[in-house]
């Protein structure tokens, strides 16, 4: 009983510790808050605006909570200038109703407040289903406005969750299914290719481009957590890296793809015979089972603020690479004398070949650094652009004075 309770214990805590459970937390707190001041400043006698708004404003990142906030205070201040020229003009029949919402969603889009787009038709119809519509506009507006602003203070006072763990742990997911499908290749080269499985793993190659999709996602709001928080000096860095290293496994998994088409292109080709002469396979098996690792250690070179040590996951991708490099070598030659003796189908190996280099070439460390120093530097002059960008404006409106 004791182990268990203790097991409970832990659990918990480390709940508590998790951006959902954080982020949980936060929400309900910035609703209560925002209800009990709206009932002492709002005339209505169940303010469920004030609340509903802390809700979707309070987000999962600061960043995201400033830009919220404004684009849902202005869909309910429109939506309720709306109504109240409605409520003057024409007041609520099935036809104006129409009128309203199509006029809601129109203005909506035209003054960009995004996914609140319904927002402002739902504004102005609550506003015009009521008698007395001054009043309960401006008491809409008062909710709305105190749940915005109690939502920016929750953010400001309870720091919002960093999402980088999340985003490094998708990383290194998406890392492993790519060395789970370099090591099957791997597996399946002694003997007889079977078409049915080079098609099954070109499309396991193929599902990586969801798989690809979902960490960018993880990955934006990792970035979003990051901005404008006040527990990150290096937000900027942070970012750079992880964007940076998933911009490379993307690239990877793309010639992946590529490489088990060549497969299968040379399965169907070769439908009773093996796809490469045994001391071939065993080249081209280490040359895969050596990539594998370094897609692993690649992925834990990126996520290493969140996950390892950097310097022992950058000389283990490097180890790696260079024993991969060794058997590619050896491979090569292996490939050119059987293109010599064997000249039928040396297109498709040598294709194989060119697409081993390339995945090599986008692991290396090198290769990585140069394209982090790259993103540095564009951002560095994109702000120096906007400065000067900046200061020519303030120049021109003086000279028109």
Same mark, same amino acid.
Request: hydrophobic share 50%.
């Given at each position: 009983m004791p182990e268990m309770i203790s097991r409970l214990v832990t659990r918990v805590a480390r709940r508590r510790r998790e951006p959902v459970a954080v982020q949980a937390l936060r929400s309900t707190a910035a609703a209560v808050i925002s209800y009990a001041v709206a009932l002492r400043l709002s005339s209505e006698p169940n303010p469920l605006t004030a609340p509903l708004t802390a809700l979707l404003v309070v987000q999962v990142t600061l960043y995201s909570t400033l830009t919220t906030s404004i684009r849902r205070v202005n869909s309910v201040v429109v939506g309720v200038l709306i109504a109240i020229g409605f409520s003057v003009l024409v007041g609520l029949t099935?036809?104006?109703?129409?009128?309203?919402?199509?006029?809601?969603? !129109?203005?909506?889009? #035209?003054?960009?407040?995004?996914?609140?787009?319904?927002?402002?038709?739902?504004?102005?119809?609550?506003?015009?289903?009521?008698? +007395?519509?001054?009043?309960? %506009?401006?008491?809409?507006?008062?909710?709305?406005?105190?749940?915005?602003?109690?939502?920016?203070?929750?953010?400001?006072?309870?720091?919002?969750?960093?999402?980088?763990?999340?985003?490094?742990?998708? =990383?290194?997911? $998406?890392?492993?299914?790519?060395?789970?499908?370099?090591?099957?290749?791997?597996?399946?080269?002694?003997?007889?290719?079977?078409?049915? +499985?080079? %098609?099954?793993?070109?499309?396991?190659?193929?599902? $990586?481009?969801?798989? =690809?999709? +979902? !960490?960018?996602?993880?990955?934006? +709001?990792?970035?979003?957590?990051?901005?404008?928080?006040?527990?990150?000096?290096?937000?900027? #860095?942070?970012?750079?890296?992880?964007?940076?290293?998933?911009?490379?496994?993307?690239?990877?998994?793309?010639? #992946?793809?590529?490489?088990?088409?060549?497969? %299968?292109?040379?399965?169907?080709?070769?439908?009773?015979?093996?796809?490469?002469d045994a001391g071939t396979a065993a080249a081209l098996q280490q040359v895969l089972r050596h990539t594998a690792i370094a897609v692993e250690s690649f992925a834990q070179l990126i996520t290493a603020q969140v996950s390892a040590n950097a310097e022992e996951a950058e000389s283990r991708l490097t180890g790696e690479l260079a024993v991969a490099r060794a058997h590619r070598d050896r491979l090569a030659d292996l490939l050119l004398a059987c293109a010599r003796e064997d000249p039928a189908h040396w297109q498709l190996r040598g294709a194989l070949l060119t697409e081993i280099d390339r995945v090599l070439d986008e692991l290396d460390v090198d290769t990585r650094s140069q394209r982090l120093l790259e993103e540095l530097d564009r951002h560095a002059r994109s702000r120096r652009t906007g400065r000067l960008r900046g200061r020519l404006r303030g120049r021109l409106r003086g000279m028109s004075r």
């Amino acid at each position: 009983m004791p182990e268990m309770i203790s097991r409970l214990v832990t659990r918990v805590a480390r709940r508590r510790r998790e951006p959902v459970a954080v982020q949980a937390l936060r929400s309900t707190a910035a609703a209560v808050i925002s209800y009990a001041v709206a009932l002492r400043l709002s005339s209505e006698p169940n303010p469920l605006t004030a609340p509903l708004t802390a809700l979707l404003v309070v987000q999962v990142t600061l960043y995201s909570t400033l830009t919220t906030s404004i684009r849902r205070v202005n869909s309910v201040v429109v939506g309720v200038l709306i109504a109240i020229g409605f409520s003057v003009l024409v007041g609520l029949t099935w036809w104006s109703l129409g009128l309203l919402i199509l006029a809601s969603l !129109v203005v909506g889009h #035209l003054v960009r407040v995004d996914e609140f787009v319904p927002e402002v038709a739902i504004s102005a119809m609550l506003v015009l289903g009521v008698t +007395q519509v001054t009043d309960t %506009a401006w008491d809409r507006v008062l909710e709305t406005v105190i749940g915005a602003v109690v939502g920016l203070l929750v953010n400001l006072l309870l720091a919002p969750p960093l999402w980088v763990g999340p985003a490094g742990a998708a =990383i290194t997911d $998406l890392a492993l299914r790519m060395s789970r499908l370099l090591d099957h290749l791997g597996e399946e080269l002694p003997g007889p290719t079977k078409v049915e +499985q080079a %098609a099954a793993r070109l499309h396991e190659a193929r599902r $990586l481009d969801n798989d =690809i999709a +979902q !960490v960018d996602a993880a990955l934006r +709001q990792a970035e979003d957590s990051l901005r404008l928080n006040p527990r990150v000096k290096e937000g900027l #860095l942070f970012r750079l890296v992880l964007r940076t290293g998933l911009d490379t496994l993307e690239i990877c998994a793309v010639v #992946l793809r590529v490489a088990c088409r060549t497969l %299968a292109d040379l399965a169907k080709a070769r439908p009773d015979a093996p796809l490469f002469d045994a001391g071939t396979a065993a080249a081209l098996q280490q040359v895969l089972r050596h990539t594998a690792i370094a897609v692993e250690s690649f992925a834990q070179l990126i996520t290493a603020q969140v996950s390892a040590n950097a310097e022992e996951a950058e000389s283990r991708l490097t180890g790696e690479l260079a024993v991969a490099r060794a058997h590619r070598d050896r491979l090569a030659d292996l490939l050119l004398a059987c293109a010599r003796e064997d000249p039928a189908h040396w297109q498709l190996r040598g294709a194989l070949l060119t697409e081993i280099d390339r995945v090599l070439d986008e692991l290396d460390v090198d290769t990585r650094s140069q394209r982090l120093l790259e993103e540095l530097d564009r951002h560095a002059r994109s702000r120096r652009t906007g400065r000067l960008r900046g200061r020519l404006r303030g120049r021109l409106r003086g000279m028109s004075r």
